[in-house]
Structures are given as structure tokens and as C-alpha cells.
């Protein structure tokens, strides 16, 4: 008889520790569209993982890969030398980029993406001779990882507060409206105009001069599903490109077919300085991130720095891991042979009808959806924020073998993009039954 598993030593992240260890929600394996528990239930993942999934669990063509470069080299730096896979890997990304981004930054996730992408940003000013743009601008509500910068520029405070003071960093505020567009289907019709406080009200209070980037997800995820107003994000472009700020697009989330295209800066039509990329990068089979540059950016670091130097001081112990490297040319490869950007457009228009089926159900407040993404905002319970979204989460564990995703009163869904019709069908059901039967 196996001995019981200790969890005291393990301080997991993000998470109420105790509450947890109390009763603990263990996944042993996982194939295809679902986990399995350690009591041996099927789980069907309605979150790819955490937003990360996109093909698949053990995906055999990207667990292979894995497979073959860990027995051929496990690890090469790349401080001052190379490896083939790293360079390919690029190519592979910069090739499904948007015009003009070709140039990429590896990291490990999200977060040092993000810092990554802050850093740069800085750095090209400062070389430019403009180091008076010091200032960052985000977005309330808004989640840019864990490091220094993300907290900085991201817009949650309680991410926050117990780390003091970061870098100089504003917020506009997000376009959620759920008084003119609650249940909108898409991308909603009203509030583009917040887009004009970057320039009316921020711009204005601390002079365009000062401002050296604004970051913004094209969706915002990790806090309910906040969709941009149509012409939201143009008018961000336009208002950046007027007074020489860099736009950041943070497409940890909205990278690689979310949306039905390969990244949401394809999706809206509107074109960033950079992006950074994370999770479905390597269909998080092995950590990686990327900052994808616009090619001027970056020639303007090898043509200011002096000859046989440094251009940039920055970089990761992992940067281009090999074994990082090979997941993401095999799932890159499998995005493409697999159509898998396609699936997930031609499967939004059914994945929109079901999220929309639970208007009307108890409890539910509003419901949005891009994508395969959909956001599902409950009332909460007064005076216990997030504990009625808590309560769906734990039985649809629990009661329909069904992984879900909550930020305080809101429920997120993005399933992997093989998901089908019955597998729709199958999640949507499990929480309406659930929502029923909430007190």
C-alpha cells in the first residue's frame, strides 16, 4: 500500500493553500481533451490547462520532439554561443507573425515576457537619446505576469500590495461596461471612446514625452474575459503612433488561435511594436516565452551600440532551451498541419451559442465571448466575493468531471482548440445544471 501523499512542503501558487490541502483536486495524467484524477475520473479540460493547451494533452508529435532532443542535448546556453533549434524556432515563430515583427526574444513565460518587453522598450528610447520616457502605461485590471514590471504595469492590486512601490507605471481604465453591453456576442458595441482617455486624460496629466510604452492584452483574460469595443484598440494605435509611445500587445492569452487566427493582433487588424507570447507557444509541454519585435526596433540596437558589444544586457539561463525549442517547432508544425487555427474559428460561431444558453439561468449576470473564449459573471453572495464562482468551480470538479477557471465572481472557459460539438455541448450543459442548483 502506497504511503499518503505529503502536501505540506509544496507552497503552490496561487492558491489558498489550506483550503486546498483540506481537500485536494489531484490530476495523475492527461490525453487529448481530458485529465485524469487520482481517483480515477475523466476530467474534461474547459480552460487548456491555464489558457496554455491549444492542441491537446501529450500531443505525440511535440511529446516526440521532447523526446528525441533530450537524449540528443539537454541544455546549450546562449550567451555568446548557439544552437541550431533556437534559431529555428524563431524563424518558425517570426514566420507566422504579423508583417514586420521578426524578431524574437525567448524567455521562459509570460511574465519575463512581459519584463522582457518593458526592458526593451526602455532600452530603445534611452539609446535613441529620448531617456525622459520612463513611464509605462497598462490597464486596470489587467494581468502582465508576476515579475516587477507585470505588477507594475498590471492593473490588479492585490498582486501588488504586499511588494511595495515598482517602476512608474499608470493605468487606463477598462472598457467592461456591462450596463450598455451585457450578453454582447463579440466584440461589443459600445465604449471605443475609452480608448481616447490614453490621450485626453493620461497623456495629458503627464506629458507624451515622459511615456516610453502601453501595454494592453487584446483580450483580457485572467480577470473575467474584458473584450475590446469595436475600434478600441485602432484608436491606440493611432494615439501611440502620434506621439512615438510603443504599443506592447500581451498575447500570452490570445496567441495562437484563441481567436481563430494566430495571433489577436491578426484577429483586430491592428499591428504592434511588439508582442509577447507565452503558454500555447510550446502547448506548455515545456516553459517558454517570446518577445516578437518589429525589425526597426531591434536594428536600432545593433546600429547604436558599438561594434563587438552587447547590444541589449538582458536575457535568461533558459533563453531558447533546447528542449523548449523542439516543443515549439513541433507545435508550431502541428498548429499548421492540423488547421488547428481554422477549427477553432470555424467552432466560435457553436461555442458562442452554447455560452449563450445560459442567459437566464440563476445567478448569471452576464456572458461574453470571443473565440473560443467565453466569460461567465455571476452575482456574487454579499459580503463573500468570488465565493459563489468558488463553489461552481469545486463541483464542477467534483460533480461533472468538468476543469473550469474562476477570478472572483466570473467563470472562464477556453478549452483546447480540438475541442468538438459534444464536448460543447458536454461543458456548457455540466454548468448549466450546475447554476440550477446553486443556493
Request: hydrophobic share 45%; charged share 20%.
Given at each position: 500500500m502506497s504511503q499518503p501523499l505529503d502536501t505540506s512542503h509544496l507552497w503552490m501558487p496561487f492558491t489558498a493553500n489550506r483550503q486546498f490541502k483540506a481537500k485536494p483536486r489531484m490530476l495523475?495524467?492527461?490525453?487529448?481533451?481530458?485529465y485524469t484524477s487520482d481517483d480515477g475520473r475523466q476530467i474534461l479540460d474547459g480552460t487548456a490547462g491555464l489558457w496554455c493547451v491549444n492542441a491537446g494533452h501529450a500531443h505525440p508529435r511535440i511529446t516526440e520532439a521532447i523526446q528525441k532532443q533530450a537524449a540528443t542535448m539537454d541544455?546549450?546556453?546562449?550567451?555568446?554561443i548557439g544552437h541550431p533549434l533556437a534559431f529555428e524556432a524563431a524563424s518558425a515563430l517570426a514566420n507566422i507573425a504579423p508583417a514586420g515583427l521578426n524578431r524574437v526574444f525567448f524567455c521562459n513565460d509570460g511574465s519575463e515576457g512581459v519584463d522582457t518587453a518593458l526592458k526593451i522598450a526602455l532600452a530603445y528610447h534611452r539609446i535613441r537619446g529620448d531617456a525622459g520616457r520612463t513611464r509605462l502605461i497598462g490597464r486596470e485590471r489587467a494581468y502582465h505576469g508576476v515579475g516587477f514590471g507585470g505588477i507594475a504595469v498590471g492593473g490588479?492590486?492585490?498582486n501588488r500590495k504586499q511588494f511595495g512601490p515598482g517602476l512608474a507605471a499608470d493605468h487606463l481604465r477598462h472598457p467592461l461596461n456591462i450596463a450598455k453591453n451585457a450578453y454582447s456576442r463579440g466584440l461589443p458595441l459600445h465604449g471605443a471612446e475609452m480608448a481616447d482617455e490614453l490621450e485626453q486624460r493620461l497623456l495629458a496629466l503627464h506629458d507624451p514625452s515622459t511615456v516610453a510604452a502601453v501595454i494592453v492584452e487584446p483580450l483580457q483574460g485572467s480577470t473575467g474575459v474584458i473584450l475590446p469595443p469595436k475600434g478600441y484598440l485602432e484608436k491606440l494605435r493611432a494615439i501611440?503612433?502620434?506621439?512615438?509611445?510603443?504599443?506592447?500587445?500581451d498575447e500570452v492569452i490570445t496567441g495562437f488561435g484563441r481567436l481563430g487566427t494566430a495571433f489577436g493582433a491578426d484577429f483586430f487588424g491592428v499591428k504592434p511594436d511588439m508582442i509577447v507570447c507565452a503558454k500555447a507557444l510550446t502547448n506548455a509541454a515545456v516553459p517558454m516565452g517570446a518577445v516578437i519585435v518589429r525589425e526597426n526596433i531591434h536594428e536600432t540596437f545593433m546600429q547604436m551600440a558599438p561594434a563587438d558589444s552587447i547590444e541589449l544586457f538582458h536575457g535568461y539561463t533558459?533563453?531558447?532551451?533546447?528542449?523548449?525549442?523542439?516543443a515549439a517547432i513541433a507545435t508550431l508544425d502541428v498548429y499548421r498541419e492540423e488547421q488547428l487555427f481554422q477549427r477553432a474559428a470555424e467552432m466560435a460561431p457553436y461555442f458562442e451559442e452554447a455560452a449563450h444558453s445560459l442567459k437566464g439561468l440563476p445567478f448569471v449576470k452576464d456572458v461574453r465571448n470571443l473565440g473560443l473564449v467565453a466569460g461567465v459573471e455571476l452575482e456574487g453572495?454579499?459580503?463573500?466575493?468570488g465565493a459563489r464562482a468558488y463553489e461552481l468551480f469545486t463541483k464542477a470538479f467534483w460533480d461533472k468531471g468538468l476543469l473550469?477557471?474562476?477570478?472572483a465572481d466570473i467563470l472562464a472557459l477556453s478549452p483546447p482548440l480540438i475541442i468538438n460539438k459534444q464536448q460543447v455541448d458536454e461543458m456548457f450543459g455540466g454548468i448549466a445544471d450546475i447554476l440550477r442548483n446553486l443556493k
Amino acid at each position: 500500500m502506497s504511503q499518503p501523499l505529503d502536501t505540506s512542503h509544496l507552497w503552490m501558487p496561487f492558491t489558498a493553500n489550506r483550503q486546498f490541502k483540506a481537500k485536494p483536486r489531484m490530476l495523475v495524467a492527461a490525453s487529448g481533451m481530458y485529465y485524469t484524477s487520482d481517483d480515477g475520473r475523466q476530467i474534461l479540460d474547459g480552460t487548456a490547462g491555464l489558457w496554455c493547451v491549444n492542441a491537446g494533452h501529450a500531443h505525440p508529435r511535440i511529446t516526440e520532439a521532447i523526446q528525441k532532443q533530450a537524449a540528443t542535448m539537454d541544455y546549450a546556453p546562449l550567451f555568446q554561443i548557439g544552437h541550431p533549434l533556437a534559431f529555428e524556432a524563431a524563424s518558425a515563430l517570426a514566420n507566422i507573425a504579423p508583417a514586420g515583427l521578426n524578431r524574437v526574444f525567448f524567455c521562459n513565460d509570460g511574465s519575463e515576457g512581459v519584463d522582457t518587453a518593458l526592458k526593451i522598450a526602455l532600452a530603445y528610447h534611452r539609446i535613441r537619446g529620448d531617456a525622459g520616457r520612463t513611464r509605462l502605461i497598462g490597464r486596470e485590471r489587467a494581468y502582465h505576469g508576476v515579475g516587477f514590471g507585470g505588477i507594475a504595469v498590471g492593473g490588479i492590486a492585490g498582486n501588488r500590495k504586499q511588494f511595495g512601490p515598482g517602476l512608474a507605471a499608470d493605468h487606463l481604465r477598462h472598457p467592461l461596461n456591462i450596463a450598455k453591453n451585457a450578453y454582447s456576442r463579440g466584440l461589443p458595441l459600445h465604449g471605443a471612446e475609452m480608448a481616447d482617455e490614453l490621450e485626453q486624460r493620461l497623456l495629458a496629466l503627464h506629458d507624451p514625452s515622459t511615456v516610453a510604452a502601453v501595454i494592453v492584452e487584446p483580450l483580457q483574460g485572467s480577470t473575467g474575459v474584458i473584450l475590446p469595443p469595436k475600434g478600441y484598440l485602432e484608436k491606440l494605435r493611432a494615439i501611440c503612433d502620434k506621439h512615438g509611445i510603443l504599443l506592447i500587445f500581451d498575447e500570452v492569452i490570445t496567441g495562437f488561435g484563441r481567436l481563430g487566427t494566430a495571433f489577436g493582433a491578426d484577429f483586430f487588424g491592428v499591428k504592434p511594436d511588439m508582442i509577447v507570447c507565452a503558454k500555447a507557444l510550446t502547448n506548455a509541454a515545456v516553459p517558454m516565452g517570446a518577445v516578437i519585435v518589429r525589425e526597426n526596433i531591434h536594428e536600432t540596437f545593433m546600429q547604436m551600440a558599438p561594434a563587438d558589444s552587447i547590444e541589449l544586457f538582458h536575457g535568461y539561463t533558459y533563453s531558447g532551451h533546447p528542449l523548449a525549442a523542439a516543443a515549439a517547432i513541433a507545435t508550431l508544425d502541428v498548429y499548421r498541419e492540423e488547421q488547428l487555427f481554422q477549427r477553432a474559428a470555424e467552432m466560435a460561431p457553436y461555442f458562442e451559442e452554447a455560452a449563450h444558453s445560459l442567459k437566464g439561468l440563476p445567478f448569471v449576470k452576464d456572458v461574453r465571448n470571443l473565440g473560443l473564449v467565453a466569460g461567465v459573471e455571476l452575482e456574487g453572495i454579499a459580503g463573500k466575493p468570488g465565493a459563489r464562482a468558488y463553489e461552481l468551480f469545486t463541483k464542477a470538479f467534483w460533480d461533472k468531471g468538468l476543469l473550469t477557471r474562476v477570478t472572483a465572481d466570473i467563470l472562464a472557459l477556453s478549452p483546447p482548440l480540438i475541442i468538438n460539438k459534444q464536448q460543447v455541448d458536454e461543458m456548457f450543459g455540466g454548468i448549466a445544471d450546475i447554476l440550477r442548483n446553486l443556493k
